[in-house]
């Protein structure tokens, strides 16, 4: 579980016992169900992370809902976003190993995070990682009910596939683009694991050949 969760859970248990002290039992049930719920809603399961070579895998739990090729700076990638309801584990995973290039945040709306709109206008985490020959950007989006991301890692930090790297707190959006070559594994409706599914396979970069420029031949 993630911490936050104890922190509300424990918050809403005295709030509940305080309640009961002031006005009598039943009037604590909200409150320790409130207790129960953040308990819930802070999970966080163990996954089996695929170890496909250019395995691009979820940063989120939920439903797929767009792919499509979009235009940034010019150049065209692929699209994927992820629509995290408050039934969905909110702990967010690198999609690929690499380094952590870049970390851009942008304050903006709280509009819902299935428009359109909410990709570009609402307050998102921009995060750049190179790695196995490629570069993947995602965003933690902010929805019409999420009000703090979180994200842990800093600029520099290598990540694993599927490692933990942060949180969107109570419903959310999750885009991922990357380059159009990847084979894409999903489609808009497809029901995806953080960490463990597999959304698309990027092109694996050859190791290059060792050179033996200057090599000394060796004879016995």
Known sequence: ???DGYLYGIASVGAALLLGWLLGGPYSGPALLLAMFFLWFFRDPERQIPQTAGALVSPADGKVTDVSTVV????????ISIFLSVFDVHVNRSP???????IRYQTGKFLDARSAACAEQN??????????????????IAGL????????PKVGD???RGQRVGLIKFGSRVDILFAPEAAIQ???????KGG????????????????LAGAREVRS
């Open 145 to 152: 009910l999420a009000r703090r991301i979180v994200f842990n």
């Open 186 to 192: 999903v489609k808009i409706g497809d029901r995806v």
């Open 123 to 140: 307050e998102q985490n921009i995060v750049t990682v190179e790695g196995e020959g490629e570069v993947v950007v995602f965003k933690q």
């Open 72 to 79: 940034v700076a010019g150049v065209p990638l692929i699209r």
């Open 196 to 211: 463990a599914s597999v959304l698309a396979v990027l092109p694996v970069t050859p190791a290059p050949e060792p050179s």
């Open 1 to 3: 579980m993630v911490r």
């Open 96 to 102: 690929i190993t690499g380094i952590i290039r870049d």
């Open 158 to 160: 290598r990540v694993d």
